[in-house]
């Protein structure tokens, strides 16, 4: 009898072990100022009201969440869970540069989840603090797709992603001058792929090899934010993104439902690449990547191929997707205010995709 109850001992303690590697389930709630549940298998974050009371929404229902990836994310980037001096005054300086309503989201937030402001930055600061997006990018129209409308595929490939799996999720917002929807995870105020009620698509991608450090001026995720609180297509945001003081070298790719646009940028540097004979592609490198077997060909090739749906673009994400640290891949269907996800699986790109129809919670549904 004592063997036997060693042993489910035992088990219970390994059982334990694993449960605290894994993070917190989502649950679905409502409260004041948001709500989160599934659709499908999408978990959906629905935000309203001030900044203060959006943070504060967020925090109470995935406060629990931020609480579990911060401390592990830190970790994985800076090698210690606590932010240094040396990072806290990094994290301040460059976040001088963050509008005031979404420093006050982002405080609202840090003080409802019970997390450290600094830490929760450095999340929300990292395409400007490190080189740790290696992402890439596609968009069809015309005769290069299947339907002959406009389509936008993105991966992202994130150092220290590892932490993020199972817990993607899609927020919606409201309180702007436009409602928009992130692909993103929980404590991200700042948007690194997103779509807006007016079908305008966006995604940042770092480019490698940089120089110069971090300049003075509004961060990544921040500028990439304003564009889908206020632009309603590809020509208005190129145009904003040209006017914001930029920080680092970074690439973008915008896509309404009728025409796309490669964003190659840095503090001195702005170059627009359009649609050409029905595609645009981006990755990691401002103009072509002259690798033959790089990321950039895989996808200028695919492109050629031509007549490329939804599902041959999540196999062409797939193929250039950067293994264990490929945690998200998305398709939008701009004109319908449609995207395709996954973020559940490493390579995300491997699948399963979920649909994911955002016109109903653009409506407040």
């Not at 840095?266 to 004979?277: H, I, N, T, V």
Request: proline letters at 4%.
């Amino acid at each position: 009898m004592r063997g036997v109850v060693a042993g489910l001992a035992v088990l219970l303690l390994l059982v334990q072990s694993a449960c605290a590697h894994l993070p917190p389930v989502f649950r679905s709630a409502e409260v004041q100022n948001g709500s989160l549940g599934c659709r499908g298998s999408v978990w959906v974050m629905q935000l309203s009201g001030t900044p203060e009371q959006r943070g504060k929404a967020a925090g109470v229902l995935v406060g629990e969440q931020i609480r579990w990836v911060l401390p592990r994310y830190l970790k994985a980037i800076l090698g210690s869970a606590e932010v240094s001096e040396q990072v806290h005054g990094l994290v301040r300086k460059i976040a001088t540069g963050i509008a005031k309503e979404h420093l006050d989201q982002l405080k609202a937030l840090a003080d409802s989840a019970g997390v450290d402001l600094d830490g929760l930055l450095v999340a929300n600061l990292a395409p400007d603090l490190f080189a740790a997006l290696s992402c890439s990018c596609l968009v069809v129209s015309g005769k290069k797709s299947s339907s002959g409308r406009l389509r936008f595929a993105r991966n992202l490939d994130w150092h220290g992603g590892d932490v993020l799996a199972e817990l993607g999720l899609v927020v919606v917002e409201s309180g702007a001058k436009l409602r928009f929807a992130s692909v993103t995870w929980p404590g991200l105020v700042g948007v690194a792929t997103g779509m807006n009620e007016k079908g305008l698509a966006a995604a940042d991608l770092v480019v490698l090899g940089r120089r110069g450090g971090t300049q003075p001026g509004v961060p990544v995720f921040f500028a990439l934010r304003t564009l889908m609180e206020t632009c309603g297509s590809v020509d208005a945001a190129a145009d904003l993104m040209k006017q914001i003081r930029r920080t680092v070298l970074q690439n973008y790719m915008l896509a309404d439902s009728k025409t796309a646009a490669a964003l190659e940028t840095g503090p001195e540097r702005f170059r627009r690449r359009d649609l050409k004979a029905g595609h645009v592609a981006v990755a990691n490198h401002f103009g072509p990547d002259r690798h033959p077997r790089g990321r950039y060909a895989k996808l200028v090739k695919a492109a050629q191929r031509g007549e490329l749906g939804v599902e041959e673009l999540q196999q062409v994400l797939e193929q250039v997707a950067l293994g264990d640290m490929n945690v998200q891949a998305v398709v939008f269907e701009p004109g319908e205010l449609v995207i395709h996800l996954s973020t559940r699986s490493r390579p995300a790109a491997r699948g399963p995709f979920a649909q994911l129809d955002l016109a109903p919670f653009f409506k407040g549904k």
